[in-house]
């Protein structure tokens, strides 16, 4: 059976189409702008796809045509197929109808950590021996992809709250249908799909009530938005994680950066994680899949024990050189939030004397302006900030509240020079935008590179 994907290069259809080749199906796409981690993902795994939306050939051929929700009326492909009566369907009802049936699924969702946390517990069901299927919302690097089907009888899943199609509005994660579901934390996000917080909050309350009674659901303990959200109903068990107050699941930090931790359930030390990772919100996603792995009868030690060896997703602090001194991190930074406590871990960590920031306000809520008041906050540790100037929202107008060194750019290569031109060894830029930003972090470390090359010919 020949399916043809469309919205391909985005991290949930491309992760569906592997899934779908390794099922046996033929698999083809189309998408416009792709580019690495996932262009590169899925020329290893020989999916062909089309540059575009405007030649339908391959869509035609399909025995079924799987539509993302980066997918709009009006665009030729979209409209070749149903003029055509070709039949057709979303992402994650492909994956409920053909795949997930099969397994005990595994969800996180939540507007922060998704990623990190899904990796992780993929990553410790297979060190425990359970082979997991999973999918993934980016590259975890210790599979070296996205996603797989697995041999065993779990299934993980990034669990979305965006939506589904332009004729499905639910959130992806009304199709998955869970028996474990980790709720990691709840804000504002997505301003394109809700019009506030309580519009999100309902659409979580709903996907409580696909959990069955025999189900569980793990949460931070003192998430007031999504308290707000169980306080409207409960429907399975419930255990709560902390990383810094009792709780079901606790952390106790043996360092002021989370390298290391001993991990309490109902008080009891069940087990220490010394690993690499920095950060609370790192602790609290490590908690957290201990918990789910626990559910599943993997016992905390040896949860612990795979967390140790636990490698970071692709464009999540994502070293990308480190030579002459300077560290060029990726980050996929899309909230005021997500910034803050990644630029606070990395300050905390003395790794660096100084952090510079490169930034797009690459995402909708981001790009329209919706958190810019918030970014004031969330870049303050920084020692200067490098932004790219938004076309859909006056950053001027906001920035005289921000307490950091900053510059305000018309393009990329103008931030190229200016931020190597700052630059002195032991210091680290971290690149902060969920898009390509057009292979900004390669121009910058190949100039980078020329600038030392030139000091030393000097």
């Known amino acids: 059976m020949h399916l043809h994907v469309l919205g391909l290069s985005g991290t949930f259809m491309s992760a569906l189409a592997i899934l779908a080749k390794e099922a046996g199906f033929k698999v083809t796409g189309s998408d416009a702008n792709c580019y690495p981690p996932v262009s590169d993902l899925l020329a290893a795994k020989n999916i062909p796809f089309t540059e575009g939306y405007e030649d339908s050939t391959e869509a035609l051929k399909a025995d079924c045509v799987v539509v993302g929700n980066a997918i709009k009326r009006g665009m030729p492909v979209i409209e070749a197929v149903l003029d055509a009566k070709k039949p057709y369907t979303s992402g994650p009802q492909w994956l409920a109808d053909h795949l997930l049936p099969r397994y005990q699924v595994l969800a996180v969702a939540g507007t922060h950590g998704k990623t990190t946390t899904t990796s992780m517990l993929a990553f410790i069901l297979e060190e425990a021996g359970l082979e997991p299927g999973f999918l993934i919302g980016g590259v975890a690097t210790d599979f ?30 009304m199709h998955y249908r869970p028996q474990v579901a980790i709720l990691n934390n709840l804000e504002f ?35 007031v938005a999504l308290n707000d959200v169980l306080a409207r109903g409960e429907y399975c ?58 559910s599943v009868g993997v016992k905390p030690s040896i949860a612990a024990k795979a967390l140790e060896k636990f490698s970071p997703v692709k464009r999540r602090l994502e070293v990308k050189s480190a030579r002459h001194g300077i560290t060029v991190y990726d980050d996929f930074a899309h909230h005021p939030t ?70 305000i750019l ?49």
């Open 410 to 458: 018309p393009n990329t290569a103008a931030i190229i020079e200016k931020v190597v031109e700052a630059l002195q060894a032991k210091d680290a830029v971290l690149v902060m935008s969920n898009r390509g930003f057009e292979n900004i972090h390669t121009r910058l470390i190949k100039r980078i590179d020329d600038k030392f090359a030139e000091a030393i010919h000097r």
């Open 189 to 223: 996000d997505h301003a394109d799909i809700y019009a506030d917080l309580p519009a999100i909050q309902q659409q979580f309350h709903y996907f409580l009530k696909t959990i069955p009674r025999s189900g569980l659901v793990i949460k931070p303990r003192d998430d």
């Open 338 to 407: 997500a910034i803050l406590k990644t630029l606070q871990a990395l300050k905390d960590s003395l790794r660096h004397q100084r952090i510079f920031v490169v930034l797009e306000f690459a995402s909708f809520t981001m790009r329209t302006g919706v958190h810019a008041n918030d970014m004031a906050d969330a870049l303050s540790v920084a020692d200067g900030v490098y932004v790219l100037n938004p076309s859909e929202f006056n950053l001027i107008d906001v920035v005289k509240n921000w307490r950091c060194p900053y510059q």
């Open 237 to 294: 068990s419930l255990q709560d994680f902390s990383s810094s107050k009792d709780a079901f699941w606790s952390a106790e930090l043996l360092d002021d950066v989370g390298l290391a931790f001993d991990v309490l359930q109902q008080g009891k030390k069940v087990a220490t994680v010394d690993w690499s990772l920095i950060g609370r919100f790192n602790v609290e996603n490590g908690l957290a899949a201990i918990a789910a792995a626990f």
């Open 144 to 173: 070296n992809t996205s996603a797989r089907l697995g041999k065993g009888s779990y299934f993980v899943v990034e669990a979305d709250e965006y939506d589904t199609a332009f004729f499905d509005k639910r959130p992806k994660f």
